[in-house]
């Protein structure tokens, strides 16, 4: 007994003392853990202050049939059950009965109740027969997940972009960092029934949300520019196409549409095409050949050229104006505003056909040879060959002159085209006006200037002029309109077909096609007073329908520049540019409100804005469905009627 006492002794001084610290470590780890608090992402906002992107929360609930069975609350409330049900998803309790006893009989323990169910329904659902029960009495299982909605829709979805499973895009990609916020932690102890409650009364770390992101974008803006471009790529059947609108002076870029073609011929936002492709822009960069002659004043735009026959060639290759026997003897100015192929390639060929590198360094002056360095990601690369290049050849710079053998984006000729209606300042396109964290300013960004002047005001004022009669009197004449100005500049261009080999080996392409077409149309207004710049792009339009940039894309300009003009009256009022957010605590407590509540029926909505009324009434279980932008301004079910899961509203906004 002495031994066996001293054994106990020993063993009891060896776990105090010797091997304390492990177990006590052991202890800690089973019955102490951090919990993370996970900091909210931040939102992405217009400019307006309207929300173009959030996090919200979604539940798929399913049940554990077996543990209702057997704790024997299943045979007393499987029809009070499937009533509630009912009632929150539209179909009929008949329909639920009949799945949850057939889910009995199979002993199923992960059955599928509801997908996609917002915060408010998934709460009702936790006092529902059986599932009030819990876990493990009721089998009420509820797998959370945090999605990014856009309120709007998927309107200019490629810019807002995303950062998840998928990768990063846009500016969510972009700024995913400053968005993300930073977790907070929290000590818990495990206490009975396999239960954990914090240690302390404080988090040891508060969780920082996200930064939330104020862009640029104009919702009704960009509700134009996709409308107007949509219809268009729907008539014409193209493949794809982009519109952008950018604000003269500060380069802020208020709309930008990006429609790719699906495999059933609807549309919707497949790439960022604006600020993505490069391509060859044909005629729209004859504006940059005739302002480079006349800055360095070796033409005016009364300088005659003789455009012949309209076809020429230049060591063999032919080049050829659209109007079959050409435009004669016509000044510079002409040339451009019926945009003859054959006017501009003489008059580059004759003053720059011997010094072509002076011709390059202009056009890297106005921001053709490299790209522009936006933030968000994926900027495609511009391509203006040189003269010491291998690729360069005997037919290089006249080629140039007209648009061909060179590959810039949408964004860099909307760029040189807004600073000749900036009076040569060239800004930098932005998509993001402030970072802001709990209402708070905490980063600006500024306009920046890539290029005070890139002309002189006399050649700005002339290109100015010929740009204004190309919609009076020359390709553009089919959008003239006597109640506003336009300015800008017509472009069609055959596409190349790359050479490549096909499946039996051979090569095939190397050519430029007579079927496929990119049509666009780039220009500013008012013409006197300019406001916005704005681009249109279109890639393969049907070409029995029309492929000219003035039948395809300038009706899409003029469209757009009509509407905004209309809706947003021009004049010499001072904008503050500093947009307020001073009362969006307010409104979200009341959106909180309004939410929470328990419906019956339907409620009226009419007066909310479309983003807070779409919450609202997806939360309750409708379907909804919108057009226009805006505040609410009528509904398609009357209020007061009996709320039915699943039924559609149609809400026009103002």
């Known amino acids: 007994m002495t031994l066996f006492l001293l ?49 919200m929360s979604r539940f798929t609930i399913r049940m554990d049939v077996v543990s209702a069975v057997r704790s024997g609350v299943f045979e007393k409330n499987v029809v009070g059950l499937s009533q509630e049900l009912s009632r929150l998803l539209g179909k009929t309790p008949a329909f639920y009965q009949k799945k949850l006893n057939r889910a009995k009989n199979k002993k199923s323990r992960y059955l599928l109740i509801a997908r996609n169910v917002g915060y408010t329904d998934y709460l009702k659902m936790k006092q529902f027969p059986i599932f009030n029960k819990g876990v493990y009495k009721g089998g ?108 003269t002076a500060t380069g802020e870029i208020k709309a930008i549409s990006n429609l790719g073609k699906t495999s059933k011929g609807t549309y919707y936002e497949k790439r960022n095409y604006a ?13 940059a050949s005739l302002m480079i002659a006349l800055d360095d004043k070796v033409i005016d735009t ?24 050409g435009y004669g003897k016509i000044s510079a100015a002409r040339v451009f505003e019926v945009s003859s192929n054959v006017g501009i390639v003489k008059l580059i060929k004759k003053y720059y056909d011997d010094k072509p ?33 291998k690729s360069w050849s005997k037919i290089s710079l006249e080629w140039m002159s007209w648009g061909y053998g060179v590959s810039v984006t949408p964004m860099q000729t909307l760029m040189f085209y807004n600073a000749v209606a900036n009076n040569g300042v060239m800004v930098k396109p932005r998509f993001i006006k402030e970072l802001r964290r709990q209402d708070k300013t905490e980063k600006v960004f500024e306009a920046e200037i890539l290029n005070s002047k890139i002309a002189s005001n006399e050649t700005l004022n002339k290109i100015k002029k010929v740009m204004e009669d190309v919609v009076v009197k020359g390709t553009a004449d089919n959008i003239y309109s006597s109640n506003f100005s336009m300015a800008g500049k017509t472009g069609t261009a055959k596409k190349y077909i790359p050479r490549t080999k096909n499946k039996e080996g051979k090569w095939e392409g190397g050519y430029y096609s007579t079927k496929h077409y990119v049509a666009s149309f780039a220009g500013f ?30 009706p899409v300009f003029k469209e757009i520049a009509q509407k905004i003009y209309t809706t947003t009256p021009v004049d010499n009022q001072s904008v503050d540019s ?62 007061g009627e009996k709320l039915i899961k699943g039924k559609t509203i149609i809400l026009k906004l103002s």
């Not at 060896?14 to 492990?22: D, H």
């Not at 960009?222 to 950018?246: K, P, W």
């Not at 012949?308 to 109007?323: C, L």
């Not at 053709?368 to 290049?389: A, H, L, M, N, S």
Request: glycine residues 8%; charged residues 30%.
């Open 275 to 287: 600020v993505w492709e490069s391509h060859e822009p044909g005629s729209t960069f004859k504006l």
């Open 525 to 554: 207004f008012p013409a006197d007073k300019p406001k916005y710049s704005c681009i249109v792009v279109v890639h393969d339009p049907k070409k029995e329908k029309g492929y000219y940039g003035a039948t395809v894309a300038a």
């Open 7 to 55: 054994v106990i002794v020993f063993r009891v001084f060896s776990i105090q003392y010797t091997e304390g610290e492990k177990y006590r470590k052991l202890s800690t780890e089973l019955t102490i853990k951090q919990d993370t608090i996970y900091a909210n992402k931040g939102n992405v906002y217009a400019a307006d202050g309207n929300l173009l992107a959030t996090s």
């Open 302 to 325: 009364s300088t005659v050229v003789d455009t012949e026959k309209g076809k020429i060639y230049i060591h063999n290759r032919k080049v050829e104006d659209s109007r079959r026997g």
């Open 140 to 247: 009420f299982i509820a797998e959370h997940k945090t999605v990014r909605a856009h309120p709007i829709g998927k309107i200019a979805a490629r810019t807002i972009g995303y950062d998840d499973y998928r990768g990063e895009a846009g500016i969510e990609g972009a700024f995913a960092d400053y968005m993300e916020g930073e977790n907070g932690l929290r000590w818990k102890q495990k206490i009975a029934k396999n239960q954990w409650k914090p240690i302390n009364d404080v988090n040891e770390k508060e969780p920082i949300d996200g930064h939330d992101i104020i862009t640029t974008l104009d919702v009704n803006i960009q509700d134009i520019t996709h409308h107007a471009l949509l219809s268009r790529l729907e008539y014409f059947e193209a493949d794809h196409g982009c519109a952008v609108v950018m604000e």
């Open 578 to 639: 500093k947009v307020e957010f001073v009362d969006i605590n307010n409104q979200f407590k009341k959106f909180d409100d309004k939410i929470s509540k328990e419906y019956q029926t339907i409620p009226d909505v009419r007066g909310m804005s479309g983003m807070d009324a779409l919450a609202l009434l997806e939360n309750i279980g409708l379907k909804v469905q919108f057009t226009g932008v805006g505040k609410v301004k009528s509904q398609s079910l009357k209020k």
């Open 357 to 389: 590198q002076k011709f390059i360094d202009k056009l890297e002056e106005y921001g053709f040879t490299k790209p522009i360095g936006f933030q968000i990601k994926g900027e495609g690369k511009p391509y203006v060959p040189k003269p010491k290049d």
